[in-house]
């Protein structure tokens, strides 16, 4: 168990539709990003969140947004569902201290299907 | 961009044989990461290497981390069963920028 914990663990929503992941990150950890990953496509960094505020952003599409409120937990928004959105999506978390142990904690994964 | 490259996409060994995946990135880093994700799971931590020529060991398996900070590689001996997996590298540029993931190395072991 990494200690970071991801809702839902399956969604299956229609073309069109929003929906909404949550992430708790590893207790004390700060930082969180967000992640894509597509059939052979590896790991595609979509987002980072630092202490609630936007730290870095990556190949996140403008239908696609994140936040991270006071509590840490985070939240990533997809809207205008496509098929090719359908995949898995991770959560992680580090501390994010910028020295010594950095190492990301990835939750078990979101997998989204759009039909 | 920051961009990390993976090769080779797919490995097939037997078991017994040894593994070798290699990382290259187009920008220096200050670290790489290697992790690890069974099929079916989440990428799971492995290692970190920070100095430049670094190499690390866990048992069967060895890190190296090149002179110039660009390029790293795992290299496994005699492969089990249990290594089966994809093996990602993931690089930063500096302390504070997000984890740069390559697209992976999935290896397949044959008993």
């Known amino acids: 168990d990494s200690g970071v914990t991801q809702t839902p663990k399956h969604l299956i929503t229609a073309t069109g539709q929003r929906v909404t992941l949550r992430c708790s990150p590893r207790s004390g950890d700060l930082s969180v990003y967000w992640y894509q990953q597509s059939l052979d496509q590896g790991l595609q960094f979509l987002i980072q969140y630092y202490n609630g505020e936007e730290r870095a952003k990556g190949n996140i599409l403008e239908r696609f947004s994140a936040q991270q409120f006071p509590d840490l937990h985070s939240e990533l928004n997809l809207s205008s569902l496509e098929l090719g959105d359908s995949a898995l999506y991770f959560c992680?978390?580090?501390?994010?201290?910028?020295?010594?142990?950095?190492?990301?904690?990835f939750g078990q994964g979101t997998r989204l299907t759009v039909v | 961009g920051q961009q990390v490259m993976q090769i080779p996409q797919y490995q097939h060994v037997q078991e017994g044989e040894d593994f070798t995946t290699y990382c290259n990135s187009s920008t220096t880093l200050s670290n790489i990461q290697w992790y690890k994700q069974r099929p079916g799971g989440h990428p799971v931590f492995l290692i970190q290497?920070?100095?430049?020529?670094e190499v690390k060991k866990q048992k069967r398996l060895t890190f190296q981390f090149g002179e110039a900070k660009k390029n790293s590689s795992l290299h496994i001996t005699a492969t089990q069963t249990t290594d089966v997996g994809t093996y990602f590298c993931?690089?930063?540029?500096?302390?504070?920028?997000?984890?740069?993931f390559g697209k992976g190395t999935r290896l397949s072991v044959i008993a």
């Open positions: 993931a690089g930063r540029n500096s302390g504070n920028t997000p984890l740069v």
């Open positions: 992680a978390s580090s501390a994010q201290s910028g020295v010594g142990n950095t190492e990301a904690f």
């Open positions: 290497l920070v100095k430049s020529g």
